[in-house]
């Protein structure tokens, strides 16, 4: 779990680092001579700022490239090493799939066995436009080795004038273009997902017709929570440079505060747009937006 604390406790970092060394110039006195010299407080601070813009780069390609291989690596530990479950890809059975297919498709399933390739207790949800047009419900399923075969089971059609229900003892579907290797896959969340694989996920979800926003708001966080860092080191410059010269003490209680605050409207923000209350991006950005304005505020008045 240590490469996704870093991230997180990058811009509570940031923010401190701003805070004690604008602040120790501002009690020493010196950031007044370069005022009343005319460099402006942005000019004095431009070291700060463009070093920050370089952590929230450094930090984005980070989040890229090495944090969902290390985000992965600590769930597997969590699931093989500590609870004592066989890696998923040891295993013969998957218990509880879930498996978003193309075409408008949704498969669950109690269990899927890897040897067999057969999955019991299996539904299928068939989307069109949006609206569930078909159910396929079967005690069992089976790849025949050229198609799926459902075992003892019922369709249930779904139209504007009524639902139709027929049953079968054995169906067989050419048409599916999932095949047995597509259930063997493990589950990940986007926090184990790069951009990358999550703009996969998330256009392979589209075509199905299933809901996007709550992954859209995970894509568009890993562009934003970055830039957390350019944002605090912002406020930290206006803090420090504060006409009240805020103490050792007082710079770290704060930046506590800031971080918290932030870190709190910043779930709010996810939770309503996982809920669809807010668009995706918005709920991505609020944070940001909310502490951009703040920090622009404050370094206005701590420029005049």
């Known amino acids: 779990m240590i490469p996704w604390i870093l991230v997180l406790v ?17 009690r020493l006195g010196e950031l007044t001579a370069f005022i ?9 601070a431009s070291p700060i700022i463009v070093s920050s813009v370089a952590i929230s780069l450094a930090v984005l390609a980070y989040g890229e490239f090495l944090l969902p291989q290390a985000n992965r690596r600590s769930e597997e530990i969590k699931e093989v090493r500590i609870k004592g479950e066989k890696r998923r890809q040891d ?45 396929i419900d079967a005690k069992r399923a089976y790849w025949d080795g050229a198609q799926w075969v459902f075992i003892d089971g019922a ?11 027929s049953t079968f003892s054995k169906f067989e579907l050419r048409d599916l273009v999932e095949r047995p290797e597509d259930f ?10 790069n951009v990358r694989e999550l703009r996969r996920y998330i256009d392979r979800l589209r075509r199905s017709g299933g809901p996007v926003d709550k992954y859209l708001v995970d894509l568009y966080f890993k562009f934003s929570f970055p830039f957390t860092n350019l944002i605090f080191a912002v406020i930290g410059a206006a803090l420090a440079s504060a006409k009240r010269k805020p103490s050792m003490a007082t710079g770290f209680g704060l930046t506590l505060f800031i971080s918290f605050t932030y870190y709190g409207i910043l779930r709010i923000g996810q939770a309503l747009g996982h809920s669809g209350l807010i668009p995706p991006l918005l709920a991505a950005w609020m944070g940001n937006f909310v502490f951009l304005a ?9 420029n005049q």
């Not at 990058?10 to 501002?26: D, I, T, Y």
């Not at 369709?155 to 229900?165: D, K, L, P, S, Y």
């Not at 063997?184 to 997902?193: G, H, Q």
């Open 10 to 26: 990058m811009p509570v970092a940031v923010l401190l680092a701003a805070v004690f060394s604008l602040g120790r110039l501002s």
């Open 294 to 302: 703040i920090g622009a505020v404050l370094l206005y008045r701590a």
């Open 184 to 193: 063997m896959r493990a589950e990940i969340s986007p926090d184990e997902m």
């Open 36 to 44: 009343a010299s005319g460099t402006s407080l942005a000019r004095v």
């Open 91 to 135: 295993a013969r059975y998957r218990d509880n799939v879930h498996y978003q297919g193309e075409q408008g498709r949704t498969y669950y399933a109690q269990r899927y066995d890897v040897e067999l390739k057969s999955l019991a207790n299996v539904i299928v949800h068939e989307y069109r436009d949006g609206r569930l047009s078909r159910r």
């Open 155 to 165: 369709t249930r059609t779904f139209a504007e004038n009524g639902e139709r229900v």
